[in-house]
């Protein structure tokens, strides 16, 4: 028998997101994505000087407290080809990745994790087995009996109190879970020891950004000065401390984020085989060593990957009309053109028409327009962006830091090289990354701090500050690698002021629906690919493969009026 599954809202994401899988008795036939809300902040950039369009832009989201603002940052000054010191590309770098770093273990542990990890069974383990698993894995120092104990005291009270607050309405003793109670217990610790470290480690943004979320900015570099006398410049104090937070950061990821995904992973290998979809994955690239105009000094490199394929990098255009297009077959937007034409960011268009179903919802017309997300496409191919797509492009040119990565995850985890393929794969390639960002921190710092012992301290340049220096009209594009995948941010400037400003994030990629063609966006492959669920009212499978991308729909479906008029008012009680 045929029926359809809703999850509505999907929970432990950044923003409204509607799933709603046909079904072939327990098997998923097909998957259709959907982005419930609304927000416009394109339209509500036209008209504004683009120096301050960063700090409208970097608003889109709350989570990546920053990339918003740096693409947007780099929008105006690919347009104007503005160059900017090596210190603020480094500085940059290090609240990037301290982005990453951050952003990572926060979704692997407080968003995806209790999609594997039963909470309520790490009541029944014991402490001394847990300690002995713990300290297998590593030399993390919070591994006592007594640390253990503690913490399933702490978990016990929540339970029997009838407070679970964050662990409430979870699926807790379904049959899909299968770690053992002390390794639910040593990952549920974990989980309440993130939670400090992530206050912790936030701080980097602070010291070179002034404040976090959101800091701050400047087209031309960053606005933190190095100056080691001045109390309100970067000072060697403030050096120091970012030292110390970079080894925080190492620390826990290679004795507590790393050891815990691969134990968890050793439990779930049949998810080495579900979950991937496309087969087709997208880098802008990123992380400059020689500026923005130097990919081949990229961190990451860009390139598209087409069926698998990775003995075959495709080069990708960010300007050219043919290659990246939106497209609204299916969604609640409408183009001059037409609804199935599709337009390059710099032509890109945003015309609300919403048609879908009033509340109470019934099913999405799936034939007609069903999300407010576009569907993005690379010379017409649905493709895959984030961590997964970043670690095949990596393995793919050869760095040799991620082959051996790879090769480590795949042994110990005893699967093939076809696992990297799959809501597994995506999962550790996440882990993987953090790694080896983690590990670049420290060489962005000393980068800087030998610039600064050489008398090099510039981190602004003044160069096409002021406006009538700029051409009359001028275009650009800012890009960068976001921690859920390629971002990256359109501008058309004429006579000094946004013609026209377009977002494609990386949850339009990988979240957006159908195209005119009938092809599934990333999310829509994937919970096609290899779904049965135990239990169709506790769909945890679907969570399991639509977390593993980290979900922002916040980001993806940029609620105002273009009038600026107030539209509802939250009370607090």
Same mark, same amino acid.
């Given at each position: 028998?045929?029926?359809?599954?809703?999850?509505?809202?999907?929970?432990?994401?950044?923003?409204?997101?509607?799933?709603?899988?046909?079904?072939?008795?327990?098997?998923?036939?097909?998957?259709?994505?959907?982005?419930?809300?609304?927000?416009?902040?394109?339209?509500?950039?036209?008209?504004?000087?683009?120096?301050?369009?960063?700090?409208?832009?970097?608003?889109?989201?709350?989570?990546?407290?920053?990339?918003?603002?740096?693409?947007?940052?780099?929008?105006?000054?690919?347009?104007?080809?503005?160059?900017?010191?090596?210190?603020?590309?480094?500085?940059?770098?290090?609240?990037?990745?301290?982005?990453?770093?951050?952003?990572?273990?926060?979704?692997?542990?407080?968003?995806?994790? %209790?999609?594997?990890?039963?909470?309520?069974?790490?009541?029944?383990?014991?402490?001394?087995?847990?300690?002995?698993?713990?300290?297998?894995?590593?030399?993390?120092?919070?591994?006592?009996?007594?640390?253990?104990?503690?913490?399933?005291?702490?978990?016990?009270?929540?339970?029997?109190?009838?407070?679970?607050?964050?662990?409430?309405?979870?699926?807790?003793?379904?049959?899909?879970?299968?770690?053992?109670?002390?390794?639910?217990?040593?990952?549920?610790?974990?989980?309440?020891?993130?939670?400090?470290?992530?206050?912790?480690?936030?701080?980097?943004?602070?010291?070179?950004?002034?404040?976090?979320?959101?800091?701050?900015?400047?087209?031309?570099?960053?606005?933190?000065?190095?100056?080691?006398?001045?109390?309100?410049?970067?000072?060697?104090?403030?050096?120091?401390?970012?030292?110390?937070?970079?080894?925080?950061?190492?620390?826990? &990821?290679?004795?507590?984020?790393?050891?815990?995904?691969?134990?968890?992973?050793?439990?779930?290998?049949?998810?080495?085989?579900?979950?991937?979809?496309?087969?087709?994955?997208?880098?802008?690239?990123?992380?400059?060593?020689?500026?923005?105009?130097?990919?081949?000094?990229?961190?990451?490199?860009?390139?598209?990957?087409?069926?698998?394929?990775?003995?075959?990098?495709?080069?990708?255009?960010?300007?050219?009309?043919?290659?990246?297009?939106?497209?609204?077959?299916?969604?609640?937007?409408?183009?001059?053109?037409?609804?199935?034409?599709?337009?390059?960011?710099?032509?890109?268009?945003?015309?609300?028409?919403?048609?879908?179903?009033?509340?109470?919802?019934?099913?999405?017309?799936?034939?007609?327009?069903?999300?407010?997300?576009?569907?993005?496409?690379?010379?017409?191919?649905?493709?895959?962006?984030?961590?997964?797509?970043? &670690?095949?492009?990596?393995?793919?040119?050869?760095?040799?830091?991620?082959?051996?990565?790879?090769?480590?995850?795949?042994?110990?985890?005893?699967?093939?090289?076809?696992?990297?393929?799959?809501?597994?794969?995506?999962?550790?390639?996440?882990? %993987?990354?953090?790694?080896?960002?983690?590990?670049?921190?420290?060489?962005?710092?000393?980068?800087?701090?030998?610039?600064?012992?050489?008398?090099?301290?510039?981190?602004?340049?003044?160069?096409?500050?002021?406006?009538?220096?700029?051409?009359?009209?001028?275009?650009?594009?800012?890009?960068?690698?976001?921690?859920?995948?390629?971002?990256?941010?359109?501008?058309?400037?004429?006579?000094?002021?946004?013609?026209?400003?377009?977002?494609?994030?990386?949850?339009?990629?990988?979240?957006?629906?159908?195209?005119?063609?009938?092809?599934?966006?990333?999310?829509?492959?994937?919970?096609?690919?290899?779904?049965? %669920?135990?239990?169709?009212?506790?769909?945890?499978?679907?969570?399991?493969?639509?977390?593993?991308?980290?979900?922002?729909?916040?980001?993806?479906?940029?609620?105002?009026?273009?009038?600026?008029?107030?539209?509802?008012?939250?009370?607090?009680?």
């Amino acid at each position: 028998m045929s029926e359809r599954i809703v999850v509505d809202p999907i929970t432990r994401i950044e923003g409204h997101l509607r799933i709603e899988a046909q079904m072939e008795g327990n098997k998923i036939q097909s998957a259709y994505s959907s982005g419930t809300m609304v927000r416009g902040i394109e339209t509500i950039l036209k008209g504004r000087d683009p120096r301050d369009a960063w700090a409208f832009a970097q608003r889109i989201c709350g989570v990546c407290t920053l990339v918003h603002g740096l693409a947007s940052i780099r929008s105006v000054e690919n347009a104007l080809d503005y160059k900017i010191p090596k210190n603020a590309d480094l500085i940059r770098n290090l609240m990037s990745g301290a982005q990453y770093i951050h952003d990572h273990v926060m979704h692997f542990y407080h968003l995806h994790a %209790l999609d594997w990890v039963d909470v309520v069974s790490a009541l029944k383990a014991d402490p001394k087995a847990t300690s002995e698993l713990s300290q297998s894995l590593s030399s993390y120092p919070k591994s006592s009996p007594g640390y253990f104990s503690d913490m399933q005291k702490k978990l016990k009270n929540f339970v029997e109190a009838g407070q679970l607050g964050i662990f409430a309405n979870a699926y807790w003793g379904h049959p899909a879970y299968k770690l053992p109670p002390e390794a639910n217990l040593m990952a549920v610790s974990h989980y309440l020891e993130a939670l400090s470290w992530q206050r912790d480690v936030a701080r980097l943004q602070t010291i070179f950004g002034g404040k976090n979320p959101h800091p701050n900015f400047v087209v031309g570099g960053v606005p933190c000065a190095i100056d080691l006398n001045s109390d309100s410049a970067i000072n060697m104090k403030k050096l120091s401390q970012v030292q110390d937070i970079i080894n925080q950061m190492m620390t826990f &990821v290679d004795q507590v984020y790393v050891p815990d995904t691969l134990a968890i992973a050793s439990y779930y290998k049949d998810w080495g085989s579900r979950g991937e979809g496309l087969g087709n994955f997208l880098t802008y690239g990123d992380f400059p060593s020689n500026g923005m105009d130097d990919p081949s000094g990229f961190m990451i490199p860009p390139g598209a990957i087409l069926n698998r394929d990775l003995s075959t990098i495709h080069e990708v255009d960010m300007n050219a009309p043919e290659e990246i297009q939106e497209f609204v077959s299916h969604s609640w937007y409408d183009y001059e053109n037409g609804k199935d034409a599709g337009l390059h960011p710099y032509d890109g268009e945003t015309n609300l028409n919403y048609t879908g179903p009033k509340p109470p919802y019934d099913y999405l017309d799936v034939d007609q327009s069903y999300s407010w997300l576009k569907s993005p496409r690379w010379k017409g191919h649905a493709m895959e962006v984030g961590p997964l797509a970043r &670690v095949l492009m990596l393995y793919a040119n050869g760095h040799e830091q991620t082959k051996e990565l790879v090769g480590m995850t795949l042994n110990k985890l005893d699967v093939p090289v076809e696992a990297l393929f799959s809501t597994l794969g995506r999962t550790a390639a996440r882990t %993987l990354e953090t790694k080896i960002f983690a590990d670049a921190m420290q060489g962005w710092y000393n980068d800087l701090i030998t610039n600064i012992k050489a008398g090099e301290t510039r981190t602004f340049n003044e160069f096409l500050w002021e406006p009538s220096s700029w051409p009359k009209s001028a275009q650009g594009v800012g890009f960068m690698e976001a921690p859920r995948g390629g971002l990256a941010h359109w501008i058309v400037i004429e006579d000094e002021i946004i013609k026209n400003y377009q977002c494609v994030v990386p949850s339009t990629w990988n979240a957006g629906p159908r195209d005119a063609n009938g092809q599934p966006g990333a999310y829509e492959a994937a919970l096609a690919d290899n779904h049965t %669920l135990h239990d169709p009212l506790q769909p945890i499978e679907i969570l399991r493969t639509i977390h593993s991308f980290d979900p922002c729909l916040a980001c993806a479906v940029h609620l105002t009026d273009p009038d600026g008029n107030e539209l509802i008012k939250v009370k607090v009680l």
